[in-house]
């Protein structure tokens, strides 16, 4: 692994994210990764802050067709004090995080940071105070609520319910024990009861396929009925998204994983990945697996879907509902302290 030019300003970087993350000295960083992992100058540039802190550090490189469910690789996950999930393996099922490997660190008293987006992410999403307290209130207004229900002059309107159902926010900081976070990331979500969803769903034009990493260019409908989803009008974008979760074919592939909205007035809708989940006042409602536990306050899903499929989908000029209050209309939070 040889670290670029650009890493440079990285190991700076990792430096003030780590110490965000509470790292101290004699603490174990385990970083993991892959040998296809697309920014191969992270991990040294990590390893190299890790250990400029007083950190103990180990790079933990799998072979990249592992799905971590043997003894050794659950060992060291739940042993280290702050793992940096460099990987976006094993795929099909979402990555490493809806794991029950990564369950068991996080239960274990880990904390788990995922980086995967390129530099100038990283760099203009920096974690800042502001997007906690957004997530950290809307997480606590959306583990209240029953009902979410989202409309769009599109012509989405769906419900989702939740009942007995937690809520989490990301913020991009994983700093307290069990606690799952993504550098860089500002949004919150909830993973809805497998078996509720009931309306139709409408993808436009310019809406984020975050599964399939690219823009609709065309319009999709997907009708629900008990949770599922049970036809996908539609011309190109519909068939390709039917075929791609047809191929996964099983139920939970046709069933949501999670539901929310984005809080960082600093993502860019021209840049797809984290951006494109984090974005102000946009709603997310993704398909596919969602076990995901951790014992951090506001953190995990709690979901039961154990799909191969995982399939984020963000989508703009929506609003958003909670047990019948408007909270986000046309990306404008309603309920101004979420904002
Ligand atoms: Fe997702």
Known sequence: MNMSLGGADLVSMFEHELRMCQVKAGE???????????????????????????????????????????????AAWKNANLILGMSMLPRGIGSWMYTDTHNAALGAGARVLMVQEPLEVLKRMLP?????RRGLAGAQRLQEAKEIRVVSNAGSDYVLRKDGRTAMYQCGVADEPGRWD???????????L??????????????????SWRY????????????????????????????????????GAFRF??????????????HIGMDSESLYGTVMVSIGRNIFKAPAPYCGLGGSNTSEAHFDICCRNTDLYLDGELIIQNEQFVAKDLG
Do not use: M
């Not at 250990?51 to 799905?67: E, K, P």
């Open 182 to 192: 993504h550098w860089p990331s500002g949004l919150v979500t909830c993973a809805p």
């Open 216 to 251: 609709a260019q065309s319009r999709i409908t997907l009708h629900l009925e008990k949770g599922r989803i049970v036809r996908i009008e539609g011309e190109q974008d519909a068939r390709l998204l039917e075929a791609h979760l047809s191929r996964i074919g099983d139920d």
């Open 28 to 74: 174990t960083v385990l970083i993991f990764t892959d040998p296809r992992f697309i920014h191969p100058e992270y991990p040294p540039a990590a390893f190299a802050a890790a250990r400029s802190l007083g950190a103990n550090v180990y790079i933990l490189v799998s072979q990249g067709d592992q799905r971590l469910e043997d003894d050794l690789v659950r």
């Open 194 to 211: 497998e078996d509720s969803a009931e309306g139709t769903y409408v993808i436009e034009p310019g809406d984020v396929l975050l599964g």
């Open 257 to 270: 994983s999670h539901a929310g909205w984005g809080i960082d007035d600093r993502a860019d809708w021209g």
């Open 128 to 132: 800042i105070p502001e997007t906690r």
